[in-house]
């Protein structure tokens, strides 16, 4: 992904969740369908734009698989990013924390002991809880390596499927990758 497209996507991002809207109760049933008890508390602690941004995710994934999409996958688009909430940042404090972390390389700040480090870790973070909860294999791997798609192979997700779930993220990703 280019730095302009890069930039367009994290202010989509960051528009979509300060205008967020509260998700409708046939959304909130879907959702229950999908996860399991254990993965179901673990989605309950996100906030408005988080819920919203999950759902958005695993439409667009269930859109692009169609019908008799694997239930586990969805899971994990719901999923993707429950470590976000460990951070306790809103929407600025987020744009912030991704601003720094371009700065001084997200490995760096990855290790940063504050929120800034729990946001840009939110993979590792939301893969141990969803461990932790006992959700899905495929949850768990799809959380910790979303963001990694040189990790994508050591997922056992099949590598269209780690394409497909990039794309409903709003990745720019290639096949080959």
């Known amino acids: 992904m280019t730095r302009v497209d890069r930039v367009k996507h994290l202010s989509t991002r960051f528009?979509?969740?300060?205008?967020?809207?509260e998700l409708d109760d046939a959304d909130v049933a879907w959702v229950g369908l999908v996860l399991t008890p254990g993965e179901l508390g673990v989605w309950n602690t996100l906030g408005r734009a988080d819920r919203a941004e999950s759902v958005a995710v695993a439409r667009a994934f269930?859109?692009?698989?169609?019908?008799?999409v694997e239930?586990?996958?969805?899971?994990?688009?719901l999923l993707h990013d429950v470590g976000k909430t460990d951070a306790h940042l809103g929407a600025i404090g987020r744009a912030g924390a991704t601003v720094i972390a371009g700065m001084v390389s997200h490995g760096r700040a990855r290790g940063y002991p504050n929120r800034i480090g729990r946001y840009i870790a939110h993979d590792d973070l939301g893969a141990a809880r969803l461990e932790a909860a006992g959700a899905r294999s495929e949850s768990v791997a799809w959380a910790r390596?979303?963001?990694?798609p040189?990790?994508?192979?050591?997922?056992?997700?099949p590598a269209d499927i780690c394409v497909a779930l990039a794309?409903?993220?709003g990745e720019k990703v290639n096949s080959g990758t």
């Open 15 to 21: 528009f979509g969740s300060v205008r967020a809207r």
């Open 62 to 68: 269930t859109r692009d698989r169609g019908p008799g």
């Open 71 to 77: 239930p586990e996958y969805v899971a994990a688009a």
């Open 145 to 148: 390596v979303h963001h990694r």
């Open 150 to 157: 040189q990790r994508w192979s050591e997922t056992g997700i």
């Open 167 to 169: 794309r409903a993220d």
